[in-house]
């Protein structure tokens, strides 16, 4: 005959509170099994039933049932255990951070997970592990974009109140190039994929006929766009499509034009003067995401 657990006895509160464990489905797998346990040995089942039900060993139904009856519900959980001795610690930390301030070896464009692990002679799995820790990628890129513009809150103030409170019956006109567009030519077909489906096709090979330059103006209230492509992007280019802009508005509205510090967009004076309705605001150096 199976040996007979010592009596644990719950209270009515105990109880619903290990069955709120073991039917939950949020904790732990080994918290539900010993909750389970104190249950079985609350309700007198012998030592050998519980383990061929929850198929453990006979001193883990002691061990966890002894717990309780000293701990209560606390002592079911995980005690802090010291655990390994750490072998890549503080130094190690350091050791790594600082290596990556230098220059990496010859024929590597920035540093990685194993070529640290070389260098230092420790383990791929140590590095990986601290990088993650740290929140260091290596292999990610992100560019930035930082103005020295001495009056850059002046000017940026300028460019995001046209955006945001224009004045009254003006138009503003955000406007940029796009140059070195290649001109290119494909022939062009149908042809039938190895699906057996028909899809359009464009030949590997082409003809190449020069480069294009792109000038846009986006009207800020109205969200029309005025394009315009031409060969070159210079001076005269530009003032030829400002000239054409400027056309189509009543020549009496007042007419603002955001524009970065491209050397074209600059030093147009005479042809402001002829045009007295039109106003040039620059963004500030370097900050040309600003139009």
Request: aromatic share 8%.
């Amino acid at each position: 005959m199976g040996r007979v657990a010592k009596p644990v006895v719950l209270n009515r509160e105990e109880g619903e509170e290990l069955k709120a464990i073991t039917s939950n489905g949020t904790h732990e797998a080994r918290l539900v099994q010993r909750a389970k346990i104190v249950l079985l040995c609350s309700e007198g089942v012998a030592i050998n039933k519980i383990v061929e039900k929850l198929d453990i060993r006979p001193n883990t139904v002691i061990a966890w049932r002894d717990r309780y009856r000293e701990e209560g519900l606390e002592g079911l959980y995980g005690r802090e255990r010291s655990g390994k001795p750490l072998i890549y610690g503080e130094a190690f930390r350091n050791e790594v951070l600082r290596l990556l301030e230098t220059p990496p070896p010859d024929g590597l464009a920035c540093w990685d997970g194993p070529t640290i692990a070389a260098h230092l002679k420790t383990s791929k799995d140590a590095v990986w592990r601290l990088l993650r820790q740290e929140g260091i990628c290596l292999s990610r890129q992100r560019s930035w974009c930082v103005s020295t513009d001495p009056e850059f809150v002046p000017k940026a103030a300028n460019i995001i109140d046209l955006y945001l409170n224009p004045p009254a019956n003006v138009i503003v006109l955000s406007v940029d190039e796009k140059p070195s567009m290649q001109a290119l030519e494909r022939t062009t077909g149908y042809v039938k994929t190895s699906s057996g489906k028909i899809a359009r096709g464009l030949k590997s090979t082409y003809k190449r006929h020069g480069t294009l330059n792109l000038f846009a103006a986006l009207n800020v209230a109205s969200g029309e766009i005025d394009g315009k492509i031409t060969k070159h992007k210079k001076r005269p280019d530009f003032l030829e499509f400002m000239e054409d802009v400027v056309a189509g508005y009543p020549p009496e509205r007042e007419i603002h034009v955001i524009l970065d510090n491209y050397c074209i967009h600059e030093k147009n004076d005479d042809w402001l003067k002829a045009h007295p309705s039109v106003f040039f605001h620059f963004t500030p150096r370097s900050a040309s995401w600003l139009i």
